[in-house]
């Protein structure tokens, strides 16, 4: 069985293009698994992943390095119920991937292929750093993932980003480097069929840097249910819970409406414009149920207050 593993920070667009890169291999008859990672409970990328895939595995409350023995059973488990390929989705706050997950699964497990690891990077986000309020911890933690890929993936390459290649190469001058795009599939192809001998070693890290890195960024997961007298606009109250989240110094906001189904969006920076996907026809429902997942420079307690005010907004 061929292994993926995608790498990269929290909004780069990971999920997207794990989707994609699925409808590429099964168009391709391959039989695709998806393992999708988060820090808490009840994934949007779980949510979000369920009809792109042949087999979906979640594994939550740590990330892959921290999990691993989960990750290997995942892997196992998709492998014994037929699938040819397997895209991993790490944490987008998680790193060192090359000695705590790539080369454990190269040693142990002869029938896998190991593809190179592949890290997912958002031009914007590399382009925009000095104007962040997430920090010189959270930008170590992003030049430390870029620094162990062995083929950088340059993010959203059908909306015109800016050119990033300079400091892609201050920070790791050898890998492939990459321009795809999750929403219409320009450059997976490329990509699925790019071949390099060049493997990243593993990273030397200051582990206490890393860990502050990822403290500074509160998690919260949360359920919503909204009620409406006369009709409630889905999609508009979707947008304006994302509008409201955008004064935040936001890493990753995701939401997925559960019920009904096919609505979601996402902000990935602060001060950045809530991307919304879904039927604009869901105009009079009674009642909307929402799955949220968000990353933010904030403390939990904090986070929640914020995230509730939001809600509150969207209402």
Known sequence: MKVQILGGFLGAGK??????????????????????????????????????TDGLYEIT??????????????????????ATVAIAE????????????????????ASFSIEPLAVLVDPWRIHDRQRSRLGDDVDFLVRKQIEEADVVVLSRADLDPPDVMATIREWNPNAPVVSVSGQTG???????????????TPLSIDYDRYAKAE???????????????????????????????????????????????????????????????????????SETRWLLNARVALSPAELEHA?????????
């Open 186 to 200: 320009e450059g997976i192809a490329a990509w699925r069929q790019m071949s390099s001998a060049y493997r990243a």
């Open 15 to 52: 999920t997207t293009l794990a989707r994609a890169l699925a409808r590429e291999y099964r168009h391709a008859g391959e039989q695709v698994a998806i393992i999708t990672n988060d820090q808490g409970q009840s994934l949007v990328d779980t949510e979000l992943c369920r009809e792109s």
């Open 307 to 315: 995230v509730r005010a939001a809600v509150s907004i969207a209402a």
């Open 215 to 285: 403290a500074l960024l509160g998690w919260c997961n949360a359920r919503v249910l909204l009620r409406a007298k006369r009709g409630l606009n889905v999609r508009d109250a979707m947008g304006r819970f994302l509008g409201a989240m955008t004064a935040l110094p936001v890493a990753h906001v995701k939401v997925a409406s559960l019920e009904p189904a096919g609505i979601g969006g996402a902000i990935t920076s602060e001060n950045g414009e809530p991307q919304l996907h879904g039927d604009v026809a869901m105009t009079h429902e």
């Open 90 to 109: 790490a944490v987008g706050s998680c790193t060192d991937l090359v000695a705590t997950v790539v080369g454990p699964l190269a040693d142990r497990h």
């Open 61 to 82: 409350g740590g990330c892959f390095c921290c999990l691993y023995p989960e990750l290997e059973t995942a892997l196992l488990a998709a492998r014994d119920a037929g």
